[in-house]
């Protein structure tokens, strides 16, 4: 079995806006409407460079759910298709990725849209203003309130939505309709799905979706116009920005040759359902229902036949994929392990009695899925599948990464890795369940000859940059520039396709040493680097060997922890969440002594003679004598390391950016117990080096004792006693 390593990269968890100004690499389009389960749209970013993905290329996503890999490739000017049978989130990513609209037209006409509900429900007695009388009146007992049809109606969720919200979204509907413009049409549509989830109903999303506490009555004609306003501030920063083609295609993404050429894909990047007992029709079955996607329980049968088997409730006696995989020990003896549980434990329902079946079909359906996928994958195209351990069949642990990675491999794809994306606590075992990123690469078809031996991506990584090198350095030389042109050559000697060229840069300069040939040319107290030298080329450069990482030995401060209560609740290790640690409890400000704030974080931008840089976060800050900074910020999580050259970076971004500002480059990292390190580096005869470094731990304000606070007090600038 593939087994899962140290996480090669650890991508952030950044959902919705973190600051007040708009960017637009965070644009609210996937807040339009959202599966509560959907992956981060960082993370698409993140494997669009690691992969090398370019204009030209086209990345699928064969479970596109709402469109996150869509809308991200869309906003880099990447060429997308997107594959999802439930037709709700299948609509939803066709209108997420059509910006050709006019933001005007579309607010003025919602405007119409919603006055003319409004007098409909004014006309019944009732208001869209809570504070008014006519709101939520008493008598509406005596107001004849409209309702779904019987067969659309047994297919809600019980007490997802109350009769008088529910007849004030049937009146909108009928208005929306009546006052019906084909351009903006769908937009509003998808605008109702969002405010029917987000304030209407009464339904809650955790792990499953549920029902809450009933609103009686809520003012859905001005949710839904709230929601219109959000899209239209968005498409107004958007709109025709790019005309990159999206595509979204309803199917069934184990039949993909049906909806897909051959040969057509450069890369996958997706999220596929898990085995576990999340039926995600019931996420959507609410908007779905109301916006006339599903109308009959045919319907509903019909939407889950052409689903993975990933629960029960979508188990038929017609499946076969379980045959796919019946030779794959690892699968049977999961599966084998659930069933004697189940009869020890001596659970006898009908769902109980499906799931080793189900786990058997899970995995033969990805199976499916991923033998179908061959025939539209580009030579050398490259793959990273978002999954998640399991444990919801009566505690049996399922690693799923680590199984399709396997099943993926005996299907003749190339295992690149797995890396770790976060963890999360199981309710029931208690246990920390991986979430991982299963990283593939289709070598292409053998259809003739022998079959060449599959090779270990990061000896090929070695190989290529070993032969740059070597072709090129001289004797006392500090300095060897390349280009991707020269990769590309050798990489086609290596017979290894360029595709992964972008993740062999990204992998020598932030997460894998340098080979030891080419570390071995460098002096006492050296190391090779590699530098950007502008778009496509780049520099092997000789510098003093100062590594990044933090004193061990360095004295601790306790800061109590202003992290709000959610926040820290639901935050990982990763770096987006060490830099929500060190935004609300203002490290910064304590660490450099300057009141700061967060200007933007992941900017990102082209810096002359260097190339495309991203910065993690910026701040600004302005001192008590009145002079104006700018605080670069590089944050590293779990096992990611920090590296000079992102410093480097951060001071050429602030220098092409923010010339009239003193630039102090800060990096933070987390150290075990939750230690927050914070580094800040200033210019040397050698470079960029460490100027001030210190350690912060968050903690229970009670947990401050005046023991601390008197050896805090004795303490010089220096942080010594």
């Given at each position: 079995?593939?087994k899962?390593?140290t996480?090669?990269?650890?991508p952030s968890?950044?959902?919705?806006r973190?600051?007040?100004k708009?960017?637009a690499?965070?644009?609210?389009?996937?807040?339009?409407y959202r599966?509560?389960?959907s992956?981060?749209?960082?993370?698409?970013?993140d494997?669009v460079?690691r992969f090398?993905i370019?204009?030209?290329d086209?990345?699928?996503?064969?479970f596109?759910g709402?469109?996150?890999?869509?809308?991200e490739?869309?906003?880099?000017?990447i060429?997308?298709?997107?594959?999802?049978?439930?037709?709700?989130?299948?609509?939803?990513?066709?209108?997420?990725?059509?910006?050709n609209?006019?933001p005007?037209?579309?607010?003025?006409h919602?405007?119409e849209?919603g006055?003319?509900?409004?007098?409909?429900?004014?006309e019944?007695g009732?208001?869209?203003?809570?504070?008014?009388?006519?709101?939520?009146?008493a008598?509406v007992?005596?107001l004849?309130?409209?309702?779904?049809p019987?067969s659309s109606?047994?297919?809600l969720?019980?007490?997802s939505i109350n009769?008088?919200?529910l007849h004030?979204?049937?009146?909108?509907l009928?208005?929306?309709q009546?006052?019906?413009?084909?351009?903006f049409?769908?937009?509003?549509r998808l605008?109702?799905a969002?405010?029917l989830?987000?304030?209407?109903s009464?339904l809650e999303f955790?792990?499953?979706?549920g029902?809450?506490?009933?609103?009686?009555?809520?003012?859905a004609?001005s949710?839904?116009?709230?929601a219109?306003t959000r899209m239209?501030?968005?498409l107004r920063?958007?709109?025709?920005?790019?005309e990159?083609?999206?595509?979204?295609l309803?199917?069934?993404a184990?039949h993909?040759?049906?909806l897909?050429?051959?040969r057509s894909?450069?890369?996958?990047?997706t999220?596929p359902?898990?085995?576990?007992?999340?039926?995600?029709?019931?996420?959507?079955r609410?908007?779905s229902v109301?916006?006339?996607?599903i109308?009959?329980?045919?319907?509903?049968?019909?939407?889950?036949?052409d689903?993975?088997?990933s629960n029960?409730r979508?188990?038929?006696k017609?499946?076969?994929?379980?045959?796919l995989?019946?030779d794959?020990d690892?699968?049977q003896?999961?599966a084998?392990a659930i069933e004697?549980?189940?009869?020890a434990?001596g659970?006898?329902s009908?769902?109980?009695r499906?799931?080793a079946?189900v786990?058997?079909?899970y995995?033969g359906?990805?199976a499916r899925?991923l033998?179908?996928?061959r025939?539209v994958l580009r030579?050398?195209?490259?793959?990273?599948?978002v999954?998640?351990d399991?444990?919801s069949?009566l505690?049996?642990m399922i690693?799923?990464?680590e199984?399709?990675?396997d099943i993926a491999k005996s299907?003749g794809?190339?295992?690149?890795?797995?890396d770790?994306?976060?963890?999360r606590?199981?309710?029931a075992t208690?246990?920390?369940?991986?979430?991982?990123?299963v990283l593939l690469?289709w070598?292409?078809?053998?259809r003739?000859g022998k079959?060449?031996p599959?090779v270990n991506?990061?000896t090929?990584?070695?190989?290529?940059?070993e032969r740059?090198?070597?072709s090129k350095?001289?004797?006392?030389m500090?300095?060897?520039?390349?280009d991707?042109?020269e990769?590309?050559?050798i990489?086609?000697?290596l017979?290894?396709?360029p595709?992964?060229?972008g993740d062999?840069?990204?992998?020598f300069r932030?997460?894998a040493a340098?080979?030891e040939?080419?570390?071995?040319?460098a002096?006492?107290?050296?190391?090779w680097?590699?530098r950007?030298?502008?778009?496509g080329?780049?520099?092997?450069?000789l510098?003093?060997n100062k590594p990044i990482?933090?004193?061990?030995?360095?004295?601790t401060?306790?800061v109590?922890?202003?992290t709000?209560g959610?926040?820290?609740?639901?935050?990982l290790s990763d770096?987006?969440?060490l830099l929500a640690r060190v935004?609300y409890n203002r490290?910064?400000?304590?660490?450099?002594?300057v009141a700061c704030y967060?200007?933007q974080n992941?900017l990102?931008t082209?810096?002359?003679n260097?190339?495309q840089v991203e910065t993690?976060?910026?701040?600004?800050?302005?001192?008590?004598?009145?002079?104006?900074?700018v605080?670069?910020?590089?944050?590293?999580?779990?096992?990611d390391r920090?590296?000079?050259?992102q410093?480097?970076q951060?001071v050429a971004?602030?220098?092409?950016k923010f010339?009239?500002?003193?630039?102090?480059?800060i990096?933070?990292?987390?150290m075990?117990d939750?230690?927050?390190?914070?580094?800040?580096?200033?210019?040397s005869?050698?470079g960029?080096?460490?100027?001030a470094?210190?350690?912060y731990?968050?903690?229970?304000?009670?947990?401050v004792?005046?023991d601390?606070l008197?050896?805090y007090?004795?303490?010089?600038?220096?942080g010594?006693q």
């Amino acid at each position: 079995m593939v087994k899962a390593g140290t996480a090669v990269i650890a991508p952030s968890v950044q959902i919705g806006r973190e600051n007040n100004k708009l960017r637009a690499e965070d644009l609210c389009i996937h807040g339009w409407y959202r599966f509560i389960l959907s992956f981060p749209p960082h993370l698409v970013r993140d494997y669009v460079r690691r992969f090398g993905i370019e204009p030209g290329d086209v990345v699928l996503d064969p479970f596109c759910g709402t469109g996150t890999t869509l809308v991200e490739c869309k906003k880099l000017g990447i060429a997308s298709v997107g594959i999802e049978a439930n037709p709700m989130p299948c609509f939803a990513s066709r209108v997420k990725v059509d910006w050709n609209v006019d933001p005007e037209g579309l607010l003025q006409h919602a405007e119409e849209v919603g006055a003319r509900a409004t007098q409909k429900l004014e006309e019944d007695g009732l208001t869209e203003t809570p504070d008014l009388p006519l709101f939520g009146r008493a008598d509406v007992k005596n107001l004849k309130l409209r309702k779904l049809p019987e067969s659309s109606e047994e297919l809600l969720l019980t007490d997802s939505i109350n009769p008088l919200p529910l007849h004030r979204v049937l009146i909108l509907l009928e208005a929306m309709q009546e006052s019906r413009d084909d351009r903006f049409f769908r937009y509003e549509r998808l605008a109702l799905a969002n405010a029917l989830i987000s304030g209407i109903s009464n339904l809650e999303f955790g792990p499953e979706v549920g029902v809450g506490s009933p609103k009686t009555d809520v003012p859905a004609v001005s949710l839904w116009l709230r929601a219109i306003t959000r899209m239209v501030e968005d498409l107004r920063e958007v709109r025709a920005s790019n005309e990159v083609s999206s595509t979204v295609l309803p199917g069934d993404a184990r039949h993909l040759a049906r909806l897909l050429s051959e040969r057509s894909i450069s890369a996958v990047i997706t999220s596929p359902p898990y085995p576990n007992e999340k039926d995600y029709t019931r996420t959507t079955r609410l908007e779905s229902v109301l916006l006339g996607f599903i109308r009959t329980k045919q319907q509903l049968r019909g939407l889950k036949e052409d689903l993975v088997r990933s629960n029960t409730r979508g188990v038929f006696k017609a499946d076969r994929d379980d045959l796919l995989v019946a030779d794959n020990d690892e699968v049977q003896d999961i599966a084998d392990a659930i069933e004697e549980r189940r009869i020890a434990l001596g659970k006898t329902s009908g769902f109980e009695r499906l799931y080793a079946r189900v786990t058997r079909l899970y995995f033969g359906g990805m199976a499916r899925h991923l033998s179908e996928l061959r025939s539209v994958l580009r030579s050398g195209a490259q793959l990273a599948f978002v999954v998640g351990d399991q444990a919801s069949y009566l505690r049996v642990m399922i690693r799923t990464g680590e199984l399709l990675a396997d099943i993926a491999k005996s299907l003749g794809y190339e295992v690149i890795g797995i890396d770790l994306f976060r963890t999360r606590l199981a309710t029931a075992t208690k246990e920390q369940l991986r979430e991982e990123v299963v990283l593939l690469r289709w070598p292409g078809s053998r259809r003739k000859g022998k079959a060449k031996p599959m090779v270990n991506q990061k000896t090929v990584y070695g190989q290529i940059i070993e032969r740059i090198f070597a072709s090129k350095f001289k004797r006392g030389m500090r300095e060897v520039n390349f280009d991707r042109d020269e990769l590309a050559k050798i990489a086609d000697e290596l017979k290894l396709d360029p595709k992964n060229l972008g993740d062999l840069i990204y992998s020598f300069r932030y997460r894998a040493a340098l080979p030891e040939s080419i570390q071995g040319k460098a002096g006492e107290g050296e190391t090779w680097i590699i530098r950007p030298g502008g778009r496509g080329k780049y520099r092997l450069v000789l510098v003093p060997n100062k590594p990044i990482a933090p004193n061990v030995n360095l004295a601790t401060t306790k800061v109590p922890d202003a992290t709000p209560g959610v926040v820290a609740k639901y935050a990982l290790s990763d770096e987006q969440a060490l830099l929500a640690r060190v935004r609300y409890n203002r490290l910064v400000d304590i660490f450099t002594g300057v009141a700061c704030y967060s200007l933007q974080n992941h900017l990102r931008t082209a810096v002359p003679n260097m190339g495309q840089v991203e910065t993690d976060e910026i701040y600004v800050g302005v001192d008590k004598r009145g002079a104006h900074y700018v605080f670069p910020i590089q944050a590293k999580g779990g096992n990611d390391r920090l590296s000079i050259v992102q410093i480097e970076q951060d001071v050429a971004v602030c220098a092409h950016k923010f010339p009239s500002l003193i630039c102090r480059p800060i990096a933070a990292q987390f150290m075990a117990d939750d230690v927050i390190a914070l580094f800040e580096f200033e210019d040397s005869e050698d470079g960029l080096a460490i100027s001030a470094e210190k350690h912060y731990k968050l903690v229970p304000h009670d947990e401050v004792t005046a023991d601390d606070l008197e050896k805090y007090r004795l303490r010089n600038d220096d942080g010594e006693q």
